[in-house]
Structure formats: C-alpha cells, structure tokens
C-alpha cells in the first residue's frame, strides 16, 4: 500500500485530500500543527486504519517513510497568514527546505500547493504560468506571496541539482465545505454574513474580479498531478476560469440563503488585485482536467456546510 504524507492535512484542503486519498486506498499520514486546521475536519477519518495523524510544525525537519509528499501546510488566507508573517515566510521557506529534505532522504515524489499569489497583481489575463507575475516585494501580503516564490525556486532548484521529483500547483481561490468560517476569505464572509442577516462588506466598488473552483474539482486536479510522469514538473494551473464580479458573488449568495443582508461598502485593502482569473489550457491538455462543478451548485454545499457550523437551520 503506497504511503502518503500530507503536510496541512487537517486544513481545509489537507482534509479533504486525505479523505479522496483514503477512498483510493492509500496509507494516509497527516501531519498538521493545527495552526489554521482543526481536529473536527478530520474527525471522520480518525478511526481508519489507513489514516495516521501527527501534530508536527514542518519548521522542524520531519523524520518518516513515504513515497509521495503532499505540501499544504500554510496558512492560506490574509488574516491567517498576516497574523504572524514571520511564521507564514518560515512555514513556506523552512517547511519546503524539511519537505524537500525529506522527499530527497526516501526519494520521494513531492508536489507543492502553491498559489497564484505568485502572479502578485497581474499585468496579464488570464495568467499563463510563463507569465512572471508582478508582486511587491515588502507589503503586507509579501510573507505569502514571496515565500510561495520562494518556495516554487526551492522545489525547482531540488529537481535541477538533486533530480527530485517535483510537482507544482499554482492554485488558484478554491471554496467549499471545511473552510474556516472567519477566515476573511470572500466565499466564507459572504456566507456567513449572509446566513446571519450581517451586511455583505464589499470592498471597493465590488467590480474587481475573482474566480472560484469547487474543492472537488481542485483535489482531482492534485491527485492527477502527483501521477503524471517524472517529466512533468509544472508549474501548472488549477482553477476555475469563469469570472464573478463580488457584487454577482454577493447577489447569488443573497439568493441562494434567502438573506436579509444589505451590503456595506468599505476601502480596498492594500495590494488586493482587482482581477485573478487561470489560464488552464495546461492543465487541459497535461491533466485532462478541468473544472465540473458550478458555482451555485458549490456554493449550495457549502452553505449547507455552514449552516451546521453555525447552527442555523433550514
Ligand atoms: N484554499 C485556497 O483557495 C488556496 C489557494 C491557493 C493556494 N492554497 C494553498 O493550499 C494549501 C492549503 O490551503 P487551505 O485553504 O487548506 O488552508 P488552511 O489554512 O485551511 O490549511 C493549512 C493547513 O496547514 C497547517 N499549517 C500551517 N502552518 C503549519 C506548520 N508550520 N506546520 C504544520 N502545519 C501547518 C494549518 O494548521 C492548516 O491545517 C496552502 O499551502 C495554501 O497556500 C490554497
């Protein structure tokens, strides 16, 4: 039975992962500090015999046998990540240099979640992965989005001078059960202000641009990553390409909760791109892959979701 290590795997994302992993009858060990993750994301997994949990920050070097690495661990969105930035830049530096250590030890395969952050606020759309990106260097975002660079250089300089075998996934705004209800993230704020009555804040105008892909569609785009050949490197995008304005956001969540909200409009926050939107053609053509799950059909999972978190019923 192949052994399977995924760092952040009682995150949002790591959770869901190591369930679809499960299902595919692999040995999972997750390992998570529980920084931004949670024990009652990976409550249902816990008594599988296939499934291992560790509490283990990956700052520290990490010590097991595996064949495949899966790399989550970071917190992954602006309060989170901007709460201690030092500890974001060390998660995604130290912990890819340890991962990447340790995929090199047991010639392991290792894929990188990384982000499309890296585009920073993108001159080019939709962003290609040849496009560069455009980020600043010392914001308030910088912790995560040059330690994601940084860490996309670690992962490619392991493969040019250790010949590892390297994965990376720029992953763009995914949504779905299992995300933190106070996370800041659009999804998540819209909902639950949405299911309380609370106003929508939007900031700026609610014209800037985001697109947003269904967990399940991302975790099969990383599963089909992690098993193409050795030549496949990335990076690649993953990512739903259809675009929503944040006031179409604010209106089909509106809708779909049959919410009283009324939306309050408040200042951009610095560095905050105005559009963010995958060019997939990649990962169409190298993974077969692209996304199936509507956003009002994701987005009624997810509410339902919330609505357990937050004891609401229907
Ligand atoms: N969700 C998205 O839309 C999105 C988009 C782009 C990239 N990503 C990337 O995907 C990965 C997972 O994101 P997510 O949305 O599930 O976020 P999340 O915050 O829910 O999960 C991150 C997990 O990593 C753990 N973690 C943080 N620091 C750690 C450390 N030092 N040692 C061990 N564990 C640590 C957290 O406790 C948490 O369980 C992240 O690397 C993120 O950057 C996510």
Known sequence: MKKVLVTGGAGFLGSHLCSQLIHQGLDVLCVDNFYTGSKANIKDLIANPNFEFMRHDVTFPLYVEVEEIYNLACPASPVHYQFDPVQTTKTNVHGAINMLGLAKRVQAKILQASTSEVYGDPEVHPQPESYWGKVNPIGIRSCY?????????????????????????RIFNTYGPKMHPNDGRVISNFIVQALKNEPITIYGQGQQTRSFCYVDDLIEAMILFM??????????????????????????????????????????????????????TLAKNVLGWEPKVALEDGLKETIHYFKNVLNISS
């Open 145 to 169: 989005d040059e330690g994601k660079r940084c860490a996309e250089t670690l992962f490619f300089d392991y493969w040019r001078q250790h010949q590892l075998q390297i994965k990376v996934q």
């Open 227 to 280: 098993n193409t050949p050795d030549d496949i490197t990335g990076p690649i995008n993953t990512g739903n390409p259809i675009e929503f304005t944040m006031l179409e956001l604010a209106e089909l969540v509106m809708k779909l909760t049959s919410s009283k909200s009324k939306l309050s409009f408040k200042p951009l926050p610095a560095d905050d791109p105005q559009q963010r939107k995958p060019d997939i």
